[in-house]
């Protein structure tokens, strides 16, 4: 560490209530498609959720990143249409009762929400060749993936749910939303002030998928390694020092 | 939302000090490749911070990833490796001065560190058919992405810095770690305590890249919508209501 970076740095410990804080966000972030409240979003607000997914990693430095906000009812109307047409399609690649409770679930809250929030990726941003990119050419969707995951995290944080609206074609949201081919399309996602955080994924209280045993997705040293290491040991448990209690079996 | 939901969500807003320490830890996360202390990572805080990664969101609740925990020296050599082959391979692509700065940069911590983790991707986990994923094929590669950057986040309220390594190429770090063909590689993080987190991200330091302003990568309503709209006047403002001040005007 150079002594620039030893005079600019933040050496500060989290207090416990910090961290347990940002635990809180990561375990209390939804995917949100209902619930919204009929209040708008202050713009201070919307600035510093904008803020955060600035300040997201990004390879090279290279912030590729552009946040589209869209509060246009027009414009939503016509990113929902495309829902609508999506949705029908993917509908049928499930069967029986798969496709009936695919048919019962809410998928997206893009006209209840006040807010759009489209994220893209501007993979020329700074020229051709990125430091960082040389030898992984998805790392600038990636960083900008990152940036969705600030804004999810602070709208927690702020009191806002925000949904990632994935069944949609891009090329309906590029229309919709006048972005030029060469940019690519990351992320749409509505967003609002909501009642609630619902304790559970959707998904997984509609019983559509379990969540996995942490344990049972944490390898050693390499692909094949598991068993008899203390840290899975330790994972299997129900419980270690967390922020959160009461979560089941599969809750870890 | 319905009854059950109603009995089982988290309704209590954040606290200004908890919503602060959420942005502090998104504002001061850092690309991590050095400044890292000689002092183990117990594996209760190793634990919380898979937890964290695993509570990222994911498409059709799909969890795609594995976490490979890498604390085996002879493995991270053979990763060390690698990177060293790689970066050469990189430095030659920048040129001039451009070549010299690259040179001096510090891109890795894979030794210094004593943990690596890698972040794989299983595409086929579940089944072929992903709720969520079907118009918008790379949804389960960005879910793995979201929890590498939970992993990130809930590292900087540990005190753990943590760097992406991107400058190797995957088929080594393929054969390094014992990885199937079939299950997608996407990040591998060098892991550790660390005695700060600098300021502001090295390459803005070095004078690699500045810091774009804020309002220049926000849009409201569609690609071309800047110009005239209150938020963009808020946010090229050189302040806001925010919990990290002193920031520069770049700093946005």
Redesign the interface.
Known sequence: ?DA???T????D??TD???D?????????R?IR??FLDRPVP??V???L???A????S?????P????????RG?RQAIHAAFTR?NA??AV??EGERQTT?RS?K?EGILEAPLGICVTCDRSR?GP?V??????A??D??SA??A???L???G????IGMG?V?????ADLREA????QE?EI??YLCAGFV???????D???KG??P??A?KD?????????REGD??HR??GQRF???PLEGEGEDG?
Chains 1, 2 share one sequence.
């Not at 990143?65 to 246009?72: E, H, K, Q």
């Not at 994935?166 to 891009?170: F, K």
């Not at 939303?177 to 030029?180: F, H, K, Q, T, V």
């Not at 997705?217 to 390694?225: I, L, Y």
């Open positions: 560490m620039v970076a030893c600019e740095a933040f050496a410990p989290f209530a910090e961290r804080a940002v635990y809180r966000a990561i375990f209390e972030r995917d209902a619930q713009d201070a919307l600035a510093r904008l803020r955060a600035h300040h997201a990693p390879v090279g430095f290279m912030q990143w552009d946040f589209i906000v869209v509060r246009d414009v999506a399609e993917a690649r499930f695919y679930l998928l700074n060749v430091l960082g990119r040389t030898h992984q998805d790392m969707l990636y993936v990152c969705v995951q600030n999810w995290l602070a927690r944080a702020e009191g990632w994935s069944i949609v074609s891009r939303l006048g972005i030029p940019i990351i992320a009642s609630g955080f619902p304790a559970r994924p998904l997984e209280r559509w998928l969540r996995l942490l997705v944490v390898r050693v040293d390499g692909w094949q390694g203390a840290l330790l994972l270690f020092p967390s870890w």
